[in-house]
């Protein structure tokens, strides 16, 4: 009987998963990249909520009692609540896999003064910063289950290799776009995406609200000047202004997110839109 209990005991322990929490659906799509079937991952902000104002619900913070491990990447709800995560489980590790990336200024701040100008939280819109949050994600996985190493090393490995195809990818689609291209976005959320394909976004809101008619007006002279094709709203924000735009100017309105489940094809799809392919 006692050999049966110990048995059983390794067998659960085996097998036995970390429950991981994320703040946002692409660092699902990371974990599960590197975590692969050792792991349970669940998304603290679902699709079509923003993760600039997120009020978890009642069954999230039940799921926060069970959770392991809480990877926060620094978008701003994360502010005010993972303390109150950590006072929910005391055991809850919480980890950082935005660390060791070099974050810009967010562009709608540009005119706020030095001590209000807030970071640009979205790294995960650049693959090679992707790079970096899988190895982070590798890091600490490798702390809280060292029996699993190995795995997480052979995943991470292939996530790499991945991550650049989709980097030379998105490269070649916009190969015949000239430097500091423009493309033209309602919330500058594609900030390190532009910085690394050397483009420029231009943002319609201004420090975080909808821009007054001048503001506008000027606006629709920049974008026919730079002959901007399209431009880019997400679901989680209002786009009043930018329909305003796109009708004066006969160009189309793309709705796309950075939060978008299908991250890499998301990618691909920003890129052709801006190199205006099919």
């Not at 993972?82 to 070099?102: G, M, P, T």
Request: charged share 25%.
């Amino acid at each position: 009987m006692n050999k049966l209990l110990i048995i059983l005991l390794f067998t659960t322990l085996s097998f036995a998963k970390t429950n991981i929490i994320v703040s946002i659906l692409p660092q699902k799509i990371f974990v599960d990249k590197i975590g692969g079937e050792k792991v349970n991952s669940i998304v603290m902000v679902k699709a079509g909520s923003s993760p600039h104002n997120y009020e978890p619900k009642p069954s999230q913070m039940k799921e926060i009692t069970k959770a392991n491990l809480y990877l926060s990447i620094g978008v701003e709800f994360e502010k005010v609540w993972l303390e109150k995560f950590k006072n929910q489980n005391q055991n809850l590790i919480i980890n950082d896999i935005s660390k060791d990336i070099n974050k810009s200024e967010m562009e709608s701040d540009q005119h706020k003064g030095d001590e209000t100008k807030s970071k640009d939280p979205h790294i995960w819109v650049d693959p090679i910063n992707v790079k970096q949050i899988a190895q982070n994600i590798f890091e600490i996985l490798s702390v809280v289950d060292k029996n699993n190493t190995n795995y997480y090393q052979k995943n991470l490995t292939s996530y790499l290799k991945e991550l650049d195809q989709l980097d030379k990818k998105i490269q070649e689609i916009l190969k015949e776009r000239e430097k500091e291209s423009i493309f033209m976005v309602f919330h500058p959320a594609w900030g390190y995406f532009a910085k690394r394909y050397h483009l420029k976004q231009l943002p319609v809101e201004v420090e975080g609200k909808e821009p007054k008619m001048r503001a506008l007006v000027q606006l629709m002279k920049e974008a026919k000047k730079e002959n901007v094709q399209a431009i880019f709203t997400q679901p989680e924000f209002s786009d009043k202004s930018a329909q305003i735009i796109a009708n004066n100017l006969k160009i189309q309105v793309i709705k796309t997110s950075p939060l978008a489940e299908n991250w890499s094809e998301n990618l691909i799809n920003l890129a052709k839109a801006i190199a205006n392919k099919k």
